[in-house]
């Protein structure tokens, strides 16, 4: 008959090995000791050339990744420079416009004629006319503008530049 065990508490039920399940030369077996194997030189493993050239390709384009990852960096940091170049400048910009458009408001402001006349005063010592500075001049009643009736001929100097007219000119006889 089977056996059956039944527990009734809320453990769980220690499970015992069976060690008479394995053989014994299963148990020896695991008992061995490994045997190393000795690493031979180097010197007498043999590579082949295809092993090589795989060897020599793999190489190169590990050093072609390594410099396509140096060349990417290196034009990143030279943007980031730039940028920051280009920010700086920008600020130096908008500071100037600010400068600017504060010496317009301060000229248009100075450009009074109370202002330039105060200044007049003060600086160069200036003064309003007064009627003995005042000189009146007469002037004949003849009128000076003579008009435009005569008729003005410009003879061109440059005829040496059109030497092919100046040819055929000669050759009919017109000079």
Known sequence: MSKVNYQYETSPRKVEPDFSRKSKKQREEKRKKIKVVK?????????????????????????????????????????????????????????????????????????????????????????????????YVTLPKKDYVESASEKIVIEDQNDDNNWFINFIEKLLGKK
């Open 39 to 135: 690493d031979l030189p180097r010197q007498d493993i043999k590579i082949s050339e295809k092993q090589k050239k795989k060897q020599i390709k793999l190489t190169l384009l590990v050093l072609a990744g390594i410099a396509l990852l140096f060349t990417i960096s290196y034009q990143n940091s030279q943007i980031s420079v730039k940028f920051s170049q280009i920010q700086s400048q920008k600020e130096e910009l908008a500071t100037l416009e600010k400068e600017n458009e504060q010496t317009e408001v301060n000229i248009e402001s100075s450009s009074n004629l109370s202002n330039i006349e105060k200044l007049a005063k003060e600086k160069i010592g200036m003064s309003k006319l007064t009627n003995k500075q005042t000189v």
